[in-house]
């Protein structure tokens, strides 16, 4: 005659155990998500450098066709300078309307409702002595100029009071997307509409955000860094 097997079931977890298990779960939450939202802060910032270049690309295929003609600042002198990069882009807008323009916006900026992220160089000087320039917004002539490579033509825009969110062309603010004053630089008054501070800093011992050169190469600038002779154009 068989033997009948007794079954004798297992003990479900304690109230120790799982507060343990729990306890585990949150120290490794605490652990990852700072290097997790880290990841995220420079995946960000790899598109936003991205996006610059390609309009570095748009910018330079501009150039070559209109006489090496650029456009600076956002007055009232013709188009803006996003308009006249639609057709240059890589990006096709539909309805080539700018504001589908996905290059033209920065993953990082606060406000989705932002059409445009960065701000041009609309800072024009008289020689070497002058120390203060003035807002142009003609177009200009780059063929021949110097120091490609240190003349900053975008950059990114601030998010802040003296920066309005553009989400169409006359929205109050929009012809205020450039930069032609020391107030405008990363160093200005808070009040004002200049570059982006800690945009994509590295920390906060060092702020700083994207640059545009003009020989259409992007990188990061620390915001303590950043001069008005950067801006200027040499011939």
Not at 33 to 49: G, S
Not at 198 to 204: A, E, M, N, P, Q
């Amino acid at each position: 005659m068989m033997k009948r097997s007794s079954f004798v079931p297992r003990n479900a977890f304690t109230l120790v155990e799982l507060l343990v298990v729990i306890a585990i779960i949150a120290l490794l939450m605490g652990v990852l998500l700072p290097a997790l939202n880290k990841a995220r802060q420079h995946a960000k910032a790899i598109v936003c450098k991205s996006n610059l270049k390609q309009i570095g690309l748009a910018a330079n295929f501009y150039a070559e066709a209109w006489n090496w003609y650029l456009p600076r600042g956002t007055g009232s002198s013709g188009n803006t300078w996003f308009q006249c990069f639609l057709p240059y882009l890589s990006e096709h807008p539909i309805g080539n309307d700018y504001r589908n323009v996905k290059m033209y916006r920065c993953p990082s900026y606060p406000n989705r409702e932002q059409t445009v992220c960065f701000v041009v160089n609309g800072w024009e000087f008289t020689g070497p002595g002058d120390l203060i320039g003035a807002a142009v917004d003609k177009p200009t002539r780059v063929l021949g100029l110097r120091r490609l490579d240190r003349t900053i033509y975008l950059a990114d825009n601030e998010d802040g009071p003296g920066r309005e969110i553009i989400k169409k062309l006359n929205d109050p603010g929009w012809d205020k997307l450039d930069v032609w004053s020391n107030n405008h630089l990363p160093k200005g008054p808070d009040n004002e509409r200049r570059v982006a501070r800690t945009r994509h800093s590295r920390g906060t011992a060092k702020p700083g955000c994207h640059v545009l050169y003009l020989d259409w190469h992007a990188d990061w600038m620390g915001a303590d860094d950043m001069t008005r002779d950067m801006w200027r154009f040499y011939r």
